[in-house]
């Protein structure tokens, strides 16, 4: 994907971990002091050595404790007899700091990777059914998943103009050919959608088929956008000789862009339906808690200014994040991200992981909501809706020790941001200090407990990445770092350009 306006153009990596650090970080110091420099590895050319492997099954069948490890996981679900059920039990659905309105339903993104849409129309609607005294409501989030399939597929198509210069087999053209219209998203990229399009009761623009099973049509919408950007490229190399100077080949470009998207809008049509525009009005009838039948007529963008602007302040609420790859108290973006082009960058102000705990019980105390992105396939189970980083014990099982840093997990694409939620609750200690959150998901009411996770502190402390607050929670650091700052941009493919 790629981020349409920047203030600063030149990439930057992210810190090199330093070698003496982590050395003494893993204890690798005894290691070395231990290696034996004299003795030849058994091959000379690297390769496995037959004498090697049994030598290592010779030791290895000795320990009793592989043995029995060996009869039990050879037959077992690794996921089943690691999981630590007594982790479940002292990890209860109770919180004593919570909003003070639940929404409903539960939503369910099925089939898709729509999360972030989801986590922000679930944010967003608490204010909505607060106010209007809806007992169930959801807002749209298939009118959303189109727009943004349709400003992802021309954000393609410009990132390919753009770059026409570069070689096919270049990194950078590689990486963004990959995934050109996946369902993944940042919060950011919410808001440029919201601005745009604004957002519609789910009753106006329901569910399709291909909404909540998007696969099939992920694949046919990559498949003819690639060969779009071969068109582009072949139609650039036959203007590049011509007499036309560069702002009319540009334009040129653009006008067959304009053609093929077309077919975009076609593919999009046939399997999610034609959507309202944004500025076409429509009626929505409800009924509030005590069966009064009431309407509204407006736009989907007016809607979305009537209902939310004035409860929950979307479009000034920004990410915080902890990435301890790279310096705190400064303000990063990621390269060639985003969905709508000229629309807002995705940016993200980088703190320690304790203030993104504050900025959580803040917003819970005021009776926010708190959309975040996290990591959610480590050490967590679906059905419990537990996320503990001791669910599963696979060092005692495996007689090894996972010793990897949360940055050093990033460095080595071991971990990213995958997925988006709500935190509903929190609860404090006698000290004020987190120990459990309350987390909407949305995969339905059978995941967790009626749809809800318990996710621990120590979970919190490893695998969330983000959290998005409201300007008026927060803190005037963050919103120097903000407002003052040019941005660090990180490269296309770092872990932060991870589209939960």
């Given at each position: 994907?790629?981020?349409?306006?920047?203030?600063?153009?030149?990439?930057?990596?992210p810190?090199?971990?330093?070698?003496?650090?982590?050395?003494?970080?893993?204890?690798?110091?005894d290691?070395?002091?231990?290696l034996d420099?004299?003795?030849?590895?058994?091959?000379?050319?690297?390769?496995?050595?037959?004498?090697?492997l049994?030598?290592?099954?010779?030791?290895?069948?000795k320990?009793?404790?592989?043995?029995?490890?060996?009869?039990?996981?050879q037959q077992?679900?690794?996921?089943?007899?690691?999981?630590?059920?007594?982790?479940?039990?002292?990890?209860?659905?109770?919180?004593?700091?919570?909003?003070p309105?639940?929404?409903?339903?539960?939503?369910?993104?099925?089939?898709?990777?729509r999360?972030?849409?989801?986590a922000?129309t679930?944010?967003?609607?608490h204010?909505?059914?607060?106010?209007?005294?809806?007992?169930s409501?959801?807002?749209?989030q298939?009118y959303?998943?189109?727009?943004?399939k349709?400003?992802?597929?021309?954000?393609?198509?410009?990132?390919?103009?753009?770059?026409?210069?570069?070689?096919l087999?270049?990194?950078?053209?590689?990486?963004?050919?990959?995934?050109?219209?996946?369902?993944?998203?940042?919060?950011?990229?919410?808001?440029?959608?919201?601005?745009?399009?604004?957002?519609?009761?789910?009753?106006?623009?329901?569910?399709s088929?291909?909404s909540?099973?998007?696969?099939?049509?992920?694949?046919?919408?990559t498949?003819?956008?690639?060969e779009?950007?071969l068109?582009?490229?072949?139609?650039h190399?036959?203007?590049?000789?011509?007499?036309?100077?560069?702002e009319t080949?540009?334009?040129?470009?653009?006008?067959?862009?304009e053609?093929?998207m077309?077919?975009?809008?076609?593919?999009?049509?046939?399997?999610?339906r034609a959507?309202?525009?944004?500025?076409?009005?429509?009626t929505?009838?409800?009924?509030?808690?005590?069966?009064?039948a009431?309407?509204?007529?407006?736009?989907p963008?007016?809607f979305?200014?009537?209902?939310?602007s004035?409860t929950y302040?979307?479009?000034?609420a920004?990410?915080?994040i902890?990435d301890?790859r790279?310096d705190y108290?400064?303000?990063?973006?990621v390269?060639?991200?985003?969905?709508?082009?000229?629309?807002?960058?995705?940016?993200?102000?980088?703190?320690?992981i304790?203030?993104l705990?504050?900025?959580?019980?803040?917003?819970?105390?005021?009776?926010?909501?708190i959309?975040f992105?996290c990591?959610?396939?480590?050490s967590?189970?679906?059905?419990?809706?537990?996320m503990?980083?001791n669910?599963?014990d696979y060092?005692?099982?495996?007689?090894?020790s996972?010793?990897?840093?949360k940055?050093?997990?990033l460095?080595?694409?071991?971990?990213?941001?995958?997925?988006?939620?709500v935190?509903?609750?929190?609860?404090?200690?006698?000290?004020?200090k987190?120990?459990?959150?309350?987390?909407?998901?949305?995969?339905?009411?059978?995941?967790?407990?009626?749809?809800?996770?318990?996710?621990?502190?120590?979970?919190?402390?490893?695998?969330?990445?983000q959290?998005v607050i409201?300007?008026?929670?927060?803190?005037?650091?963050?919103?120097n770092v903000?407002?003052?700052?040019?941005?660090?941009?990180l490269?296309a493919?770092?872990p932060?350009?991870?589209?939960?």
């Open positions: 994907m790629g981020a349409s306006s920047s203030k600063v153009e030149n990439v930057i990596k810190k090199e971990p330093n070698a003496d650090k982590l050395v003494s970080q893993h204890g690798l110091t290691v070395f002091d231990r420099l004299n003795r030849r590895a058994p091959t000379s050319n690297g390769a496995l050595a037959l004498d090697s049994k030598d290592w099954e010779e030791e290895v069948s320990d009793p404790k592989i043995s029995l490890a060996r009869t039990i996981f077992t679900p690794l996921a089943t007899a690691l999981k630590n059920d007594i982790n479940i039990i002292k990890a209860p659905h109770v919180f004593n700091t919570t909003v309105f639940t929404t409903a339903p539960i939503t369910s993104q099925n089939s898709s990777g999360c972030w849409i989801f922000t679930n944010v967003l609607r204010a909505i059914q607060k106010k209007l005294d809806i007992e409501f959801q807002l749209s298939s959303l998943f189109f727009y943004d349709l400003e992802k597929a021309n954000y393609y198509l410009e990132l390919s103009i753009e770059n026409t210069h570069l070689p087999n270049d990194r950078l053209v590689e990486h963004l050919a990959t995934n050109p219209v996946n369902d993944g998203g940042q919060y950011d990229m919410s808001i440029n959608l919201l601005t745009t399009y604004g957002v519609i009761p789910g009753d106006i623009f329901p569910e088929h291909s909540g099973n998007s696969g099939p049509l992920n694949k046919i919408l498949t003819r956008l690639r779009h950007a068109i582009l490229r072949r139609l190399k036959s203007l590049v000789t011509s007499s036309f100077d560069q080949r540009k334009h040129i470009l653009r006008s067959k862009k053609e093929l077309k077919e975009v809008w076609q593919i999009l049509t046939i399997t999610l959507p309202p525009s944004p500025d076409q009005e429509f929505w009838e409800y009924l509030d808690k005590s069966g009064n009431k309407s509204w007529t407006g736009t963008k007016e979305f200014r009537e209902f939310t004035k302040p979307a479009l000034e920004f990410s915080l902890n301890p790279n108290g400064k303000l990063y973006t390269d060639k991200l985003g969905n709508i082009w000229g629309g807002r960058p995705v940016l993200y102000v980088n703190t320690e304790e203030r705990k504050a900025a959580v019980v803040k917003g819970i105390k005021a009776g926010q909501p959309f992105g990591d959610v396939g480590k967590s189970d679906k059905e419990s809706g537990l503990d980083t669910l599963y060092e005692n099982a495996f007689n090894i996972l010793t990897l840093t940055a050093e997990r460095q080595v694409k071991e971990s990213a941001m995958t997925h988006a939620m935190i509903t609750a929190v609860h404090l200690d006698s000290a004020g987190p120990v459990r959150y309350k987390v909407e998901n949305s995969w339905g009411e059978t995941a967790g407990k009626n749809g809800y996770f318990v996710m621990s502190d120590s979970w919190f402390e490893e695998y969330v990445y959290v409201p300007r008026q929670l927060a803190d005037r650091d963050h919103l903000l407002d003052k700052s040019d941005p660090v941009v490269p493919w770092d932060m350009g991870a589209l939960a």
